[in-house]
Nanobody, 127 residues
Framework: QAPLVESGGGLVQAGGSLKLSCAAS????????MGWFRRAPGKEREFVAG????????DYSDSVKDRFTISRDNAKIMVYLQMNSLKPEDTAVYYC????????????????????WGQGTQVTVSS
């Protein structure tokens, strides 16, 4: 079983909303920093949002701040990304990732600091 599995992607018109979900297998993920990344065609993978294990810190890229919201439910070992006011430039494959760190409040922005990845889910925003 894959450690992280994303769902919820799809096709939406500009201005619309989508909610991505990430199901983690294994109770240990409830203590991990969880992040969302995306990769648009022809571009590098970029950080979108992250949250510490207990939600005491979150971080967002400037491009999604005030439009996207990351949340988690540790009882269900789920992570979510609510995406509102979507723009065509948000079109990308979105990945869920997990980082195991003992550093309080720390949310890595670099993809290579994350230990586990999902397979990705496609989000397409039409103009």
């Amino acid at each position: 079983q894959a450690p992280l599995v994303e769902s919820g992607g799809g096709l939406v018109q500009a201005g619309g909303s989508l909610k991505l979900s990430c199901a983690a297998s294994g109770r240990h993920f409830s203590s991990y920093v969880m992040g969302w990344f995306r990769r648009a065609p022809g571009k590098e993978r970029e950080f979108v949002a992250g949250m510490t294990w207990n939600g005491d810190n979150t971080d967002y890229s400037d491009s999604v701040k005030d439009r996207f919201t990351i949340s988690r439910d540790n009882a269900k070992i789920m992570v979510y990304l609510q995406m509102n006011s979507l723009k065509p430039e948000d079109t990308a494959v979105y990945y869920c990732a997990a980082h195991n760190s003992g550093r309080k409040y720390y949310i890595p922005l670099n993809w290579d600091e994350y230990d586990y990845w999902g397979q990705g889910t496609q989000v397409t925003v039409s103009s």
